[in-house]
């Protein structure tokens, strides 16, 4: 949560009994710049954050101050940014992780692959295409909409199904396996800077608020 005050002495000073109502309409103006700001930042993010982004957005008022709230832990982490962490300790706890005959503990995780602008996920690498392409030539009636792969190590070992949909490359899914074996480090999760959108969106309204307030008071009085 930001708040953005304003300084209600000098105001007091300068436009004496009126003063209460020149703040109240200038934070009212001065809560809508700042909406508006934080909404043009946000636009950078991908379309499918953006919507959650701005629907966490709240803009309140509290006494002689703009109240800037973001709800949600998502919509925080994609404005507070999230430092690099390892999953694969996480991922090994999952209730779907399963037990190895050496008494190790394993599980399979689904990626999700674009092969063509239709399709959602992350883009299919250049050395996987040809395997797709080959597999969804050879596609069995009846199957699931969706191609399935096993992956280690970033390399596609074998086709496990194909099916009649995957034929359109919309997208294909793959498998990556994260064990109690899996090196050091191969599953972190990357640093990813924060949008910032409200450190920046407070400076930017400290520096109109005196200009507003005086667009205000020429208005009003």
Do not use: C
């Not at 909409?145 to 390399?155: D, I, Q, S, V």
């Not at 498998?175 to 109690?180: A, G, L, Q």
């Amino acid at each position: 949560m930001y708040e953005v005050k304003i300084n209600t002495e000098e105001i007091a000073k300068q436009f004496g009994e009126q003063a209460e109502e020149v703040v109240q309409h200038a934070l009212n103006r001065l809560g809508e710049y700042a909406k508006d700001h934080i909404f043009q930042q946000s636009d950078s993010l991908p379309i499918d954050q953006q919507e959650m982004y701005k629907k966490s957005l709240e803009v309140t008022r509290e006494s002689l101050a703009v109240v800037l709230t973001l709800r949600g832990p998502l919509a925080n982490r994609i404005e507070q940014g999230t430092p690099a962490f390892d999953m694969k300790p996480g991922m090994l706890k999952s209730p779907k992780a399963k037990s190895s005959r050496g008494g190790g503990t394993y599980l399979d995780i689904p990626m999700r692959h674009r092969v063509t602008e239709r399709g959602s996920g992350t883009k299919v690498p250049k050395s996987m295409r040809g395997m797709v392409k080959a597999a969804a030539g050879r596609v069995v009636k009846g199957g699931r909409p969706e191609t399935l792969f096993k992956e280690k190590k970033g390399e596609i070992q074998q086709a496990m199904k194909v099916s009649a949909a995957a034929a359109g490359m919309a997208e294909a899914k793959t498998f990556r396996r994260v064990s109690h074996n899996s090196p050091k480090d191969s599953w972190m999760y990357p640093n990813k800077e924060g949008l910032k959108a409200f450190e920046k969106t407070v400076a930017e309204v400290e520096q109109v608020a005196e200009q507003v307030l005086a667009d205000v008071a020429k208005e009003l009085l």
